[in-house]
Each structure stands twice: as C-alpha cells, then as structure tokens.
C-alpha cells in the first residue's frame, strides 16, 4: 500500500498569499495518478487536481498541481477566502485501493 | 449530470449492522467502480473497499475486512455498503464516490448506545 504523507499539518496564512502544499509517496505513484482535493466543514471533497497536474472542470487557475513520481505539490498562487479549507492528496487507479494523505488545513493568519 | 445521491443518515447500536446506499444517474453504471470512503469526526479520508458494478469483483480494505460487504444492483442503478458488527469507532460519514471526481454527499452512520 502507498502511503502519502502531507506537510505541513497546518498552513497559516492571510488572503493574497501564496500556499504551498507537499505530499509524498512512499513509492513511486504508477501513472502520476495522484489527485489532490479540498474540504470544507460538512461538504463532501471537491477535486480540484487530477493526473498530478490537470485542474478538474471549473477550479480557477489559482490552483495548480506539479511532480511526479514520489513528490508532489499543490500551489494556490493568491489565497481568495474561500479557499481556506482542509486539502487532500491522493493516489488512484481504476482498481487500486484509493490511499489519502492525512491532510492540510490551511487557516486564516 | 453525474449525480451519486445516498440514503439518510442512521443512528444504529453497538454490535448492529448498517446497510446504505448510493444511487448513480447521469452514466452507465457499469462503466466504473464505487468506492467507498470513510471520515471519522474531525479526522481524514480513509478508503474502505470498492465494488465493480460490471462483475461485482470487490477490494476491502484490511480495517474493514469481514465486517464489510459492498454490492452494485445493476437493475436500479445503485450500490450498497453494509457494515456489521458495530463499534462506537466506526460512527463516521461515508462517502460513496467514482472516478475521483463524483462523490455522494455522504451518510452519517452514528453508534451509540
């Protein structure tokens, strides 16, 4: 099983800055199949990254994904208000067992 | 439009067994697996199986192994996950999902006695 593991647990920043989110694998990701979404209290996961890099349909591009293999990286290039949340990364495959990392809360500075 | 739409919340004892669902509109059902998730409260995503509604072939996760089976009722378009043997731990929301980009909005399974 792939493990992910997300730093840091907790990102304080104010509105307008940039966010950079890690995540890494402890083996290399087969495909880039490596997604990253984002939580709100009581609101199911939005996806907003997939194949590593490709923004789903109707994220701003604010939101970007790069790496590969075994590293990763989610950057929100101008943190807007909405934007601060819990963020997931994740490996996928179409018959693999889905694996998380722990999460990322992004929080008001 | 994608829709993966699931049953109500359920309030259930220790030791007893929960079936919810998750009904599928908007693709063909057999298409891709389901997937179900779970999200302990304030904690993190953790996948507990998936079922292919083409074969029925299903994965669980260890966690979860002999406590969990996952069906996908083709004829109704909806997949089921049914959990036995509840413990106060397994009160979470479950999430049922496909691809990476569908998800329910998930059901509240609590435990208490």
């Known amino acids: 099983e792939i493990v992910l593991t997300q730093s840091p647990g907790t990102l304080s920043l104010s509105p307008g800055e940039r966010a950079t989110l890690s995540c890494r694998a402890s083996q290399s990701v087969t495909t880039n199949y490596l997604a990253w979404y984002q939580q709100k209290p009581g609101q199911r996961p939005r996806l907003l990254i997939y194949g590593a890099s490709s923004r789903a349909t109707g994220i701003p591009d604010r939101f970007s994904g790069s790496g590969s293999g075994t590293d990763f990286t989610l950057t929100i290039s101008r943190l807007e208000p909405e934007d601060f949340a819990v963020y997931y990364c994740q490996q996928y495959g179409r018959s693999l067992p889905w694996t998380f990392g722990q999460g990322t809360k992004v929080e008001i500075k | 439009e994608v829709q993966l739409v699931q049953s109500g919340a359920e309030v259930k004892k220790p030791g007893a067994t929960v079936k919810i669902s998750c009904k599928v509109s908007?693709?063909?059902?057999?298409?891709?697996?389901i997937h179900w998730v779970q999200q302990a409260p304030g904690k993190g995503l953790e996948w507990v199986g998936l079922?292919?509604?083409?074969?029925?072939?299903?994965r669980y996760a260890e966690k979860f192994q002999g406590r969990v089976t996952m069906t996908a009722d083709m004829s109704t378009q909806t997949a089921h996950m049914e959990l036995s043997g509840l413990r106060y731990e397994d009160t979470a929301v479950y999430y049922c999902?496909?691809?990476?980009?569908?998800w329910g909005q998930g059901t509240l399974v609590t435990v208490s006695s």
């Open positions: 999902a496909t691809r990476v980009d569908y």
């Open positions: 908007g693709y063909a059902f057999s298409d891709h697996y």
């Open positions: 079922v292919d509604p083409e074969d029925g072939e299903r």
